[in-house]
């Protein structure tokens, strides 16, 4: 019984053929479910565990909760920043919008100093505002941008 061998172009959509890979299975198994996970939330997270290397569960756990709340941020960020051109939203309140942000983004940059004061109150708090900034700094500028409070 012969076959007929047919050269058939391979396009790469980054899921692999059941068998492939035998041994990476649990890696392709992510890879594939990793392109649903929007890259920001992904990104706090990777970034979080790189900067803090958690050692407790609490913190782990902390990673993961915001991690998880950037998923839905991501999401309505994207939905108002499509609608932003239909309409203006919350255009009033800018001066006070633009102080509590630039109030919380000092305390958070602060917090973030090798040297921190904030270090009294735990000894990796330095670390825990690091992993906030990258969070602000991840949607900060596009919610500042949709909502018109860029200073």
């Keep these: 019984m012969s076959r007929l061998a047919v050269d058939v172009p391979v396009i790469a959509t980054g899921f692999m053929a059941a068998g492939e890979g035998a041994g ?51 999401f309505g960020l994207r939905y108002w920043e499509a609608r932003r051109d239909a309409e203006q939203i919350w255009a009033a309140g800018r001066a ?6 630039a109030l919380v983004s000092f305390v958070v940059w602060a917090a973030a100093m090798p040297q921190s004061p904030f270090i009294a109150f735990h000894p990796r708090m330095n670390l825990y505002a690091a992993v906030a900034a990258l969070f602000l700094a991840t949607f900060l500028p596009r919610i500042a941008k949709l909502i018109g409070w860029l200073p």
């Design 96 to 101: 006070w919008g633009l102080l509590f942000v």
């Design 24 to 74: 990476n299975d649990r890696q392709s198994a992510l890879d594939n479910i990793a392109t649903f996970i929007p890259s920001e939330a992904m990104g706090v997270y990777v970034v979080g565990f790189g900067i803090m290397q958690p050692s407790e569960f609490a913190e782990k756990w902390g990673l993961f909760a915001l991690a998880t709340v950037a998923i839905p941020l991501v």
